[in-house]
C-alpha cells in the first residue's frame, strides 16, 4: 500500500517559520516569562524530534501557567508525536475548550482521531477547520479529509477532497502524491502518471512516485520502462526494500535471472523474517527450479 500521510499543523514549530509561538486563529495567549521560555523550548524539542525532552519542559510550563490554551496545544503534539494518541486527543480537547479558535489545535486533533481510527469524528473536526474564516492552511484540512476518507475507503470523496487541497496550494507533492495513489487504486493509470510526474517535478527528490510509477509499468507488462525507473530510484537508497523486491521481479519476467536473483537474496537477507524476506525466498525457490529444469532439458 501507498505510503499516505498525514499533514499535522507543523506550522506550530517556530524554528520552520518566522513566528516563535504557535499562531492561534486569534493570537497566541498571553504567558509569564518563565513559562514562555519553557513553552520555547518544549517547541524546540518538537521540532528536533525530541518528544520526551518536549513534553518535559511542556509539563513544566503548564505547571507555570495553567490553563494556557497554547500550551496545552503543544502538549498534545509532544504526544502525538510520541504516537501516545489517548493523551494527545486529551490535549487538544483541553486546549479547544480554552480556546475554541485555536483552529491549528482543532486541525492535530482530527489526525489524532485518525490515528485512533475515528474517521467521522476527525472529519467533523476538519469541517469546523474549513469555516473558521481566519483559518490560514485550509489546505491542511482539506488533505487531511482526504486521508481520512481514504481510509474509510471512500475513494471519490477522498480524491475531492484532495483536489480542493491542490487548488488552495498547488505545489504540495504529498497531496499530489496521495490523489495519484487514489486514482491508482481506481485503475485510472493515465490520470495517476500524470500527477506522479507532477510530483517529481516539484520535487525530483521524492522517489515514492517514481515506485509507484514502475509498479503500473509493470502492471502494464511494460518492463524496461518500469526497470528504467527503478534502477533511477534504488541507485543512491538500497534501503527501500520493497522497490528491491519489485526490481528483482521485473529482472526476473525478463529472464535476466542472475541479477533478479541476486535482488531477492539482498532483500531475504535485509529483513530476515518479514513477510517480503519470506516472499523472496519463495521466489528465489520458485526461479532457481525453472532454472533447473531448462538446464535438464539441455
Same mark, same amino acid.
Not at 482521531?113 to 476527525?122: D, I, P, R
Not at 503500473?216 to 502494464?220: A, G, N, T, V
Not at 525457490?285 to 538446464?295: D, F, R, T, V
Given at each position: 500500500?501507498?505510503?499516505i ?10 524554528v520552520?517559520l518566522?513566528?516563535?509561538v ?5 493570537g497566541?495567549s498571553?504567558?509569564k516569562?518563565?513559562?514562555?521560555l519553557?513553552?520555547q523550548? +518544549?517547541i524546540a ?8 525532552q518536549?513534553v518535559?519542559?511542556l509539563?513544566a ?10 500550551i496545552?496545544?503543544?502538549? +498534545?503534539l509532544?504526544?502525538q ?5 489517548d493523551?494527545?486527543?486529551?490535549q ?20 489524532a ?10 472529519l467533523a473536526?476538519f469541517?469546523?477547520?474549513?469555516k ?9 484540512a ?5 486521508v481520512a476518507?481514504?481510509?474509510?475507503g ?16 498547488e ?7 496521495n ?7 481506481k ?7 500524470e ?11 521524492f522517489k515514492?512516485?517514481?515506485?509507484r510509477?514502475?509498479i ?5 507488462e511494460?518492463?524496461?520502462a ?8 534504488t ?5 527501500n526494500?520493497?522497490a ?8 526476473l519476467k525478463? +529472464? ?9 537474496e539482498?532483500v ?11 516472499r523472496?525466498?519463495e521466489e528465489i ?11 535438464d532439458?539441455k
Open positions: 500500500m501507498a505510503n500521510r498525514l499533514l499535522t499543523s507543523t506550522a506550530v514549530i517556530c520552520l518566522l513566528g516563535c504557535p499562531p492561534g486563529a486569534r497566541p498571553p504567558m516569562n518563565e513559562a514562555q519553557k513553552y523550548l +518544549g524539542y518538537i521540532n528536533e524530534g525530541k518528544s520526551p518536549a518535559k519542559e509539563h510550563a503548564q505547571t507555570l501557567e495553567p490553563n494556557n490554551a497554547d496545552e496545544h503543544a502538549l +498534545g509532544a504526544y508525536q510520541k504516537q501516545l494518541f493523551k494527545a486527543v486529551d487538544y480537547d483541553k486546549a479547544l475548550k480554552l480556546n475554541p479558535k485555536l483552529t491549528e489545535a482543532r486541525n492535530n486533533y482530527g489526525t482521531l485518525m490515528s485512533q481510527g475515528k474517521y467521522n469524528e476527525a473536526q469541517e469546523l477547520c474549513l473558521d474564516p481566519d483559518y490560514t492552511t485550509p489546505e491542511k482539506l488533505y487531511n479529509m482526504g476518507y481514504f481510509s474509510k471512500d475513494l471519490d470523496n477522498a480524491i475531492e477532497q484532495y483536489q480542493k487541497s491542490l487548488k488552495e496550494r505545489d504540495n507533492v504529498n497531496t499530489l502524491f490523489l495519484a495513489y487514489c486514482f491508482e487504486s485503475k485510472n493509470y493515465p490520470k495517476a502518471m500527477l506522479y510526474k507532477k510530483a517529481m517535478e516539484w520535487d525530483p527528490t515514492d512516485p517514481q515506485y510509477m514502475a503500473i509499468y509493470s502492471e502494464q511494460n518492463y524496461p518500469a526497470l528504467e525507473l527503478l534502477s533511477k530510484a541507485e543512491k537508497d538500497t534501503s526494500l520493497e528491491q523486491f519489485l526490481l528483482g521481479q521485473i529482472y525478463m +529472464g535476466k535471472m542472475d541479477a533478479g536473483l541476486k535482488k531477492m539482498l531475504a537477507k535485509s529483513d530476515p523474517g518479514s513477510e517480503l524476506a519470506q523472496s525466498q525457490s520458485k526461479s532457481k527450479l525453472i532454472m533447473g529444469a531448462k538446464a532439458k
